[in-house]
Structure formats: C-alpha cells, structure tokens
C-alpha cells in the first residue's frame, strides 16, 4: 500500500519489443516483497511492434503499473518520459530482461534511508545465462561488465571511493528524487540496434560533477538474462565495436580533436589500430582461442572508435585535416 510520496519507491521500466522476457521480468516483480512507504511500476512502452502491451496488460491486475508510451524511438527517450512523472520518491531503474531478488525492493528502501547523502546508486547486476560463455569470457571481469553488464562481487555497500561510474549500470541503478527530478539521460545514446553504449556513465558523470555522491548496493541484487546470442562472438566483437563507437562519441561531442589526422580520422587511433594487428594475427594462427578474442575485441574498439571519429569529422568538419 502506498502510504506516502516521501518513502514511495517508483521503478522506471522501458521496453521495446521486449515480449521474449518482459513477462519473466513482471513475474520476478510479482514476487517481490513490497518496501516499507510501498510502491510503484511505471513501464514506458517505447514504439513496441511485438506483443509487449499484451504482457503488460496481463500483469496489471498484480503489479502497480502505471504505463505510458513514448513512441520515438529510443531507450532514453523513454527513460526520460518516465522520469517526467517523478514526484518525491526514490527512483529505482530496471530493464525488462532482468529478474530482482524478492528483497531487491526492501534491501533499496534500507540503503536509501541508510545513505541520505548519496545522490545516485548503483545495484549488483550477476548475469543468468541461458546458454553458457566461453570459460575465458567468465575469467576476464572486465569483459563480463563491457558485454554482460556484470557488478564487481566484492564492492562494498556505500559511497564509492574509486571512479564513480564503474558497476552503475541501467538494469540496476538508483537515484534520489532531487536527482531525477533535475537530471535527464542524453538522448543521443541507445538509438536502434547500433546505439551508442554508455548512456549510464554519461548520466552519472554529469550528476557527479554536480555534486551529487555515487553509491553502490551490493544487496539490491538482479539477475541480468543474457540470451543465447549474445555469447556468441559476432555479437560480442561487434558489443566492442560498438563501445568503440561510443568512447569517440563521449570523447568528441564537446570538444572535437585538433590533432593531425588521415581520412578523417585521427592518426593516432589509426597507429593504435595497426599496432594491434600482428599481435591478432599471431594469435589467430598460433594462439588459443582465449588469447585470439583478447586481441580481436581490442582490434573491434579500435576500430569502433575510427568509425565513429570520422563519422564526426565528417559532420562537424573536424578534427581538420594535417598534412605530412
């Protein structure tokens, strides 16, 4: 029951075509138990041609659902919609192809009463797969956070002493109502199938510098459904070429490069990118197949980044072309 906006939890949800998990995801939600001040779902339908309204609608009867659409395209845009109805409550996102702990809503209400101070949070995120990964995929943590979203299992509860946005990822984070109500993901991230990644550390960087400190909740736990595809290498190599992408995109959006390039690129990313290239071909022909998609993931954000800095240089006219 909802007794009142100030210890009110709302979750903020967006989904596109998300039918394949979305109702995993409602009925993990079903059995969780329901926090002191109590709470509430808000689901943004975001431009949803599957049967994702149909589920949804079937769970209303047992969730606290309230649903909006956001009908342009865009994981933040949808986001930001659901932000939009914020009151005075502390704001937990999920995505709909995770399942919480049925405490996750309890050990969130204890950490934001616990930690006043702390404007943002993030939550432990462990991967379910359906299928499993390759063994060294499991070995290298960083590569678990980069494609799988996966939290660090020995980081403390409270304020976070290191780089802020490491483990705040948006299948389990948090903010306090002054944050959500003032703040607003970039909308130029998580567009299609190609979207930009790291929409999470953009948001939580801008509220950090604003002040706001950055926590982490090693018991508001969920378990992150990675389908059967996205152990594969092509969807992995192309994860990293995608973050890629997106480190030029953060990089160059403010503060395009002067530097000397070629093709419209940077030349030191292009001297990075071959410097790379025998060690991968070693590794292709004599090495494991460890050591060879060590290599090939670092060629894939190489060029990741290439691409996308001269798809800027293209549209701003920068960074400008040196000779010699």
Request: charge should be neutral.
């Amino acid at each position: 029951m909802i007794v009142g906006w100030r210890k009110l939890i709302t979750v903020v949800m967006a989904t596109h075509n998300g039918s394949d998990t979305i109702g995993q995801t409602l009925e993990a939600l079903v059995r969780t138990e329901s926090p002191p001040g109590g709470w509430r779902l808000v689901i943004v339908n975001n431009a949803s041609s599957d049967s994702t309204a149909a589920i949804i609608e079937h769970w209303k009867e047992r969730l606290p659902i309230v649903l909006l659409t956001e009908d342009r395209l865009g994981k933040n845009r949808a986001l930001n919609t659901g932000l939009s109805v914020i009151r005075d409550e502390f704001v937990v996102l999920c995505d709909d192809d995770v399942l919480p702990d049925p405490d996750w809503l309890l050990e969130w209400r204890r950490v934001a009463d616990a930690y006043p101070e702390i404007g943002i949070f993030g939550g432990a995120i462990i991967p379910k797969f359906q299928i499993p990964p390759p063994e060294y995929c499991l070995k290298n943590h960083d590569t678990m956070a980069a494609m799988w979203s996966a939290t660090r299992p020995d980081r403390p509860e409270g304020i976070k002493a290191d780089d802020p946005v490491w483990d705040v990822y948006g299948c389990n984070m948090a903010m306090c109502a002054d944050v959500a109500r003032n703040f607003r993901f970039d909308e130029d991230f998580m567009v299609g199938p190609d979207a930009f990644l790291g929409d999470e550390s953009d948001f939580v960087r801008r509220v950090a510098r604003a002040g706001y400190k950055v926590g982490f909740a090693p018991t508001a736990r969920v378990h992150h459904v990675v389908g059967c595809e996205q152990v594969r290498w092509k969807w992995m190599l192309r994860r990293f070429f995608r973050s890629g992408k997106s480190h030029s995109f953060i990089e160059l959006k403010e503060q395009p490069l002067s530097v000397p390039s070629l093709f419209g690129a940077p030349r030191f990313l292009i001297r990075q990118f071959l410097a790379h290239v025998p060690a991968t071909l070693v590794a292709i022909f004599v090495a494991s197949r460890a050591a060879m998609f060590a290599q090939m993931k670092i060629l894939a954000f190489d060029f990741g980044r290439i691409y996308q800095a001269r798809v800027m240089a293209k549209e701003r006219g920068r960074p400008r072309q040196v000779c010699g």
